[in-house]
């Protein structure tokens, strides 16, 4: 009995597709009788990540957010049955994503065409780069001299109101120089600055 086969055994082929395979039985006294079966090529190695995306960084909108970049562009990977170019390369979160202030976690996915897939990592860092706005300075305040003629500075900050893009107006940290209770001569005369 000799058994053959159209696609002979060791035959490369490629993934995506059905190899139909016919197998002859010969028999010496006999006519060959013939079966059909399949050889399926799958493809499950993942994609390799030759160079991740770099950390990038942007400052704080008016509404202390930033977008996060497009990553994706700056990927190389390589696969074994896609080529690089039809590799998909996705990111999470997704370019255009509205981020706060801080160090936002990017994911990077490359996946090929067998659906298999590889990840890496990097970052988005969001700063805060706008100073507040002093909307009312503390208004001029005058006192009496004491018996060694002179004065305290009174507490201008509780007067101040100021505005932020990324810090409530409640946690702004108001200050000024010179502080209260520094003692002063008649006739000083301070330009108070603040600073939040």
Request: charged share 5%; net charge negative.
């Amino acid at each position: 009995m000799v058994i053959t086969s159209i696609l002979v055994e060791g035959t490369p082929v490629s993934t995506g597709a059905d190899y139909s395979i016919e197998l002859t039985v010969t028999m010496l006294t006999r006519n060959p009788t013939t079966c059909n079966t399949s050889f399926t090529v799958t493809d499950n190695t993942d994609p390799v990540i030759v160079t991740c995306a770099p950390a990038q960084s942007a400052f704080a909108n008016a509404s202390c957010q930033a977008s996060v970049p497009d990553f994706t562009a700056n990927v190389t990977a390589t696969d074994n049955c896609t080529a690089a170019a039809n590799l998909t390369i996705t990111q999470s979160p997704t370019a255009g994503t509205l981020v706060s202030t801080g160090v936002t976690a990017v994911t990077i996915t490359v996946t090929d065409a067998a659906g298999n897939s590889a990840t890496c990592n990097t970052s988005f860092t969001v700063t805060d780069n706008t100073n507040p706005t002093i909307v009312t300075c503390a208004p001029a305040q005058s006192a009496f001299a004491n018996a060694t003629c002179q004065a305290s500075v009174p507490d201008f900050t509780a007067n101040v109101t100021a505005t932020d893009n990324c810090t409530a107006s409640n946690a702004l940290v108001i200050t000024q120089s010179p502080t209260a209770g520094t003692l002063v001569s008649t006739g000083s005369n301070f330009s108070d600055d603040y600073s939040s």
